[in-house]
C-alpha cells in the first residue's frame, strides 16, 4: 500500500474526496492508512451499496474483478490522476525514489489493463539453480525439497529469456 498515499494526495490535488480505502487483505483494514479508514473489501456491499471506486493499485485487473464480484460496476483508474501528478509536492513515508518506482510500475499496469492487445508482466523471477544452501535471511524457499537439485545451463537461461521477450510487451 506504499503508493496509496501518493494516490491519496493526487486526489486531494485534484480536488476528490476520498472517503476511505479498501484492501482485500483483513489485516491491512486494522488501522488508518494517511488518516482515514482501511475497509475489508468483502465488508464493502454491507456498508456501501451503491459506491464508485478510484482503483488505485498496480492489481487493477484483479481489484476490478473483486469489485465486479461485489456487484460494483463503477470504477476508475487513477492512471489520469498519475499522469498529471507532480511527485516532489509532497512528502512520503517511504524514499522519494522507492515511490517513484511503485507510481511508475502503477501506470504501467494500469495503461497495459486497458490495451488488450498488449502482454505485459509485472515481474519475473529466473531460477538459475535448485542448488541452495538455504542460508538466506528470511529464506521461504522450498529448495530443500528438491530430489535432484542443480544449476541451470546459461545458455538455456537465455534461450527461455530470448522466447519470454518476443512474447511479451513489456516486464517491469
Do not use: W
Not at 461485489?70 to 512528502?91: A, P, R
Not at 510500475?105 to 508482466?121: G, L, P, S
Not at 537439485?149 to 530470448?162: D, N, R
Amino acid at each position: 500500500m506504499d503508493e496509496a498515499e501518493a494516490f491519496a494526495y493526487a486526489c486531494h490535488d485534484n480536488g476528490i474526496t476520498v472517503e476511505a480505502f479498501c484492501d482485500s487483505e483483513k489485516r491491512q483494514s486494522e488501522q488508518l492508512f494517511c488518516g482515514l479508514e482501511v475497509i475489508h473489501a468483502p465488508t464493502l456491499p454491507q456498508r456501501y451499496p451503491k459506491a464508485r471506486f478510484i482503483i488505485a493499485s498496480q492489481h487493477i485487473r484483479d481489484c476490478a474483478e473483486q469489485l465486479t464480484g461485489l456487484g460494483y460496476s463503477e470504477f476508475y483508474s487513477i492512471l489520469d490522476l498519475l499522469n498529471n501528478y507532480d511527485i516532489e509536492k509532497h512528502q512520503y513515508r517511504v524514499p522519494q525514489s522507492y515511490m517513484n518506482s511503485r507510481l511508475a510500475v502503477c501506470k504501467k499496469t494500469h495503461e497495459f489493463y486497458f490495451d488488450e492487445d498488449k502482454i505485459y508482466m509485472r515481474s519475473l523471477d529466473v531460477m538459475i539453480t535448485t542448488k541452495c544452501s538455504l542460508k538466506c535471511t528470511h529464506c521461504s524457499n522450498l529448495m530443500q525439497y528438491y530430489v535432484d537439485p542443480k544449476h541451470t545451463e546459461h545458455e538455456q537461461i537465455f534461450s527461455a529469456l530470448s522466447i519470454l521477450n518476443e512474447n511479451d510487451d513489456y516486464i517491469s
